[in-house]
Each structure stands twice: as structure tokens, then as C-alpha cells.
């Protein structure tokens, strides 16, 4: 019976430290994880401060970045296609609010957003995409900040009729 017993204790001690391997590589992995989060949000703090200081090169560059390991990412994908837009480098804009949209598909009830994304089909000349944005936007709430909205959504309209 004295062998069980010391078997039994030699499983239990090899299972207690087991436990508290794994505990000690959890919490170091979490604080990895944590310390990649903060470098990330600081990158794409400072790309935000980029776009809206006009340096579009420099946010795409940290954009990408970021976009690398959140390739999921809303706002990501929202401010890149942003950087682009401003670069009127349309049709890759175009691409990454595309892209965007198959992420979240509510963006679609985003008023700003679709007028955005409507916009830069335009100036990609996508006219047939941009028609069906802008016939989605017809029945989407006006912005609070926007109260001219449905007036720019038809002027958009007769915008495409022309250059269609």
C-alpha cells in the first residue's frame, strides 16, 4: 500500500505543477497579448492624427500595420479606405469600404458612411454601384450634423446621370 500511496502523491505533485506551469505561461501570454494591444491602439491613434493632419502616406503605412494582425478590424478598414480617399486613390478606397462592408454589414444603415462610400464609386467611376449606394441612402435617417443629406445624396444622383 506504500507504493500506491507514494504513486498517487507523485501524480498529484506532477499535476500541481503542471497547473502551475500552465498558470505562469497564461499569465505571461496575457500580458504579451495586452502590451501588442496598447502598441497597436497607439498606432492607430496616431494614423487618426495623420489623416486628420493630412499626412495620408504615414497613417496608411501604420494602418497597414495594424491591419496586419486585426485584418477584422472596422475602424481599421473605415480609416484606410479614409487615407485613400484623400490620396484620390478612389479605387482602392472603394476596395477597402467593400471590404469593410463584408466585415459589417450594418455599415450599410450608416448614413454618413454610405454617402462616403457612394462619393468615392463616383469618383472611381463606378457608376452602377454607386446608383445602389445612393437608392439605399434615399431611405436612411439624415445625420443630425448632415441636415443638407438627402439634398447631397440627389445631387450625387444627377451627378451619375450626367456622367453616365
Known sequence: MNIKDKTTRQIVGYFLLLLLITFVYIINSSKEQDRQFVI????????????????????????????????????????????????????????EFSNLLDINPYMVKDSEFMLLFAHTLINANQFDEASIVLERCKNL????????????????????????
Not at 49 to 62: K, T
Not at 142 to 162: A, G
Request: proline residues 4%; without cysteine; aromatic residues 10%.
Open 40 to 95: 497597436e491602439q497607439e498606432k492607430y491613434n496616431v494614423a487618426v492624427q495623420d489623416i486628420q493632419g493630412g499626412e495620408y502616406d504615414q497613417a496608411l503605412s501604420l494602418l497597414e500595420e495594424v491591419d496586419q494582425t486585426n485584418t477584422k478590424s472596422v475602424p481599421v478598414k473605415y480609416y484606410i479606405g479614409v487615407a485613400h480617399f484623400y490620396k484620390e486613390d478612389f479605387d482602392k478606397a472603394a476596395q
Open 141 to 164: 435617417q439624415t445625420p443630425e450634423n448632415m441636415p443638407d443629406y438627402q439634398d447631397q445624396v440627389n445631387q450625387l444622383i444627377k451627378q451619375i446621370t450626367v456622367s453616365s
